[in-house]
């Protein structure tokens, strides 16, 4: 199955029981905001066993940013899946870093590769 809906921030994707969230402005707590009630929204829909954030456009991501993360995480998790980022910079991927999301967030290149893996049992970058 495949789903999509697009806005000026977001670009939402369904692939199999990922759901895909390319993000293409700064993460924020404006961004934020809306992101996080349409993804929840698509994960207790029921088929969303996965999430993956592709952060190709983002240059900033606040504490609001990691708070969105860590929330869908726990959200997915809690279905038995796993959460994963692909495309990021050196500005956010220093921010992954230094909050310690890495310890329970995989990395990979490129969203296909992240979607593949959590479907598949691939390894992370």
Do not use: P, W
């Amino acid at each position: 199955m495949k789903m999509q809906k697009n806005s000026k921030m977001v670009h939402y994707e369904v692939i199999q029981n990922c759901l895909v969230i390319y993000i293409s402005n700064d993460l924020d707590h404006h961004t934020v905001t809306l992101l996080r009630d349409y993804s929840d929204r698509l994960i207790e829909a029921g088929n969303i066993r996965h999430i993956v954030f592709d952060f190709t456009d983002v240059d900033f991501m606040d504490s609001s940013g990691i708070g969105l993360i860590m929330g869908r995480y726990k959200k997915v998790m809690f279905l038995g899946g796993k959460a994963a980022v692909s495309h990021v910079g050196e500005m956010v991927n220093r921010i992954f870093g230094l909050s310690g999301l890495y310890k329970i967030i995989e990395k990979y290149d490129t969203a296909k590769d992240a979607v593949e893996a959590l479907t598949k049992g691939g390894k992370a970058v």
